[in-house]
């Protein structure tokens, strides 16, 4: 973040296993923290006990990343708050993309498959 001069205010975590992780970062950087429940039907929704996401620049936090459904909607509901999304971090990403819906995308971790001929 300090690289690309990004002024964070809020780290969201995704339900579940996304929180622990993203509740550390917060405490570690001293900044905000807010929850997104994701939903299979709907965008999901974001716990009303934590911070708000509106008009702030936020980061995505989550532990895997597969088909990348899950943050692609955390950053719609993110939008529909007006907040703006500006990076999505998770430990394990399976895909090869660098970027979930145009949002920057890191990883601790990039599993991929071999094939073999």
Known sequence: MEKKELDIQVIVGIAINGIPY?????EELGIDF???????????????????????????????????????SAIKAVKAEKGNPVLCVCL?????NNDVGGVPLRSLVRATTAITR
């Open 22 to 26: 993203a509740m550390y970062i917060a």
């Open 34 to 72: 807010a929850v997104f429940r994701p939903h299979h039907e709907k965008s999901g929704a974001f716990c009303s006990n934590y911070a708000t996401v509106a008009e702030k620049n936020i980061v995505l936090v989550d532990d895997v990343i597969g088909t990348g459904e899950t943050l692609k």
């Open 92 to 96: 394990l990403n399976k895909r090869s």
